[in-house]
């Protein structure tokens, strides 16, 4: 099954749901300058009456065979099946409900009006901008659809990155690093490991993404194409190396909060913020994580 025979046979089989309002094609295959290689997948946004009937992981399988479908809810709230078809084929399906789809796109016509806006209104617009904003297409849900996905194209707002967000992940990463760095201690490297990739990262890439829109770059959330928007610099100091061993752990633990320090301090900076003084915990931690760290010393 070729890459083109997969796609028809999923326009096809959604052609055939009678619940099904639109589809929406986003990610890499249609944005902007966006690349698409032997390992790309397809992302669509199914807008249907009822998502429920699409809670379940049996529909794959009536598009192409199928090896592997699982839900999760996304960090953006919304479910999301992702499936993995015969040859390798990747699919990731969001499901919406179509009357707030149409809210959605009619209040995107409408900046102006956005204080009288509910939060999750807010947040909806914000999330559709995010995703479908670089690069969307309207396989199924003809001129209706395509005209409320116009919307994407009015100016709009940028999300305002906030002291209280900036301060937010400050005081988050400096705890959850006395709780790696704890686990590091303890042995337990492999939860270190964990909390590490889950928590450390997501705190320091939020600054770092701040830090790249203030140099006039374009970040992507949750790290996806970090090599084209972080700099030189940036680049070298995230190729940090960790691995279930003592001396490892804290070694990289301390080269992510040299990372994060220079970071925040940026953004504070460029942006007039008050840096929050987290020198004590700091100190207690280089302290801590030098010891494990020196070869002469480490466990």
Not at 149 to 158: F, H, I, R
Not at 217 to 229: I, L, S, Y
Not at 264 to 273: D, K, L, M, P, T
Request: glycine share 6%; with cysteine.
């Amino acid at each position: 099954m070729t890459a083109l025979e997969f796609e028809a046979r999923l326009v096809d089989w959604a052609r055939a749901q009678p619940d099904l309002v639109a589809l929406v094609q986003i990610g890499s295959r249609v944005q902007r300058g966006g690349t698409v290689d032997e390992w790309s997948d397809w992302d669509y946004q199914m807008i249907v009456h009822q998502p429920a009937r699409y809670l379940n992981r049996d529909w794959p399988a009536e598009i192409a065979p199928c090896w592997s479908a699982h839900f999760e809810r996304t960090e953006r709230g919304v479910m999301k099946l992702s499936a993995v078809f015969d040859g390798g084929w990747e699919a990731d399906f969001v499901l919406l409900p179509a009357w707030p789809m149409k809210l959605a796109c009619w209040a995107m016509r409408h900046p102006g009006w956005q204080g009288w806006f509910p939060p999750a209104l807010r947040r909806g617009i914000s999330n559709l901008r995010l995703v479908a904003g670089p690069g969307h297409r309207v396989i199924l849900g003809g001129p209706a659809w395509e005209r409320r996905y116009a919307a994407l194209a009015v100016p709009w707002p940028e999300t305002i990155f906030s002291a209280r967000d900036y301060h937010d992940h400050v005081a988050a990463f400096w705890r959850h690093a006395v709780w790696v760095a704890k686990k590091t201690r303890r042995g337990e490297f492999r939860a270190a490991l964990r909390w590490q990739h889950v928590e450390l990262q997501a705190h320091v890439y939020a600054l770092l993404e701040e830090e790249a829109r203030l140099a006039g770059r374009t970040p992507r959330p949750e790290a996806r194409k970090a090599e084209k928007w972080l700099d030189e610099t940036r680049l070298r100091q995230t190729a940090i190396t960790t691995g279930p061993e003592s001396r490892v752990m804290a070694r990289a633990l301390l080269d992510e909060m040299t990372l994060f320090s220079e970071v925040s301090r940026s953004v504070a900076e460029q942006r007039g913020f008050a840096p929050p003084d987290y020198r004590a915990v700091e100190s207690w931690l280089r302290t801590a994580l030098e010891k494990i760290s020196s070869p002469a010393r480490g466990s």
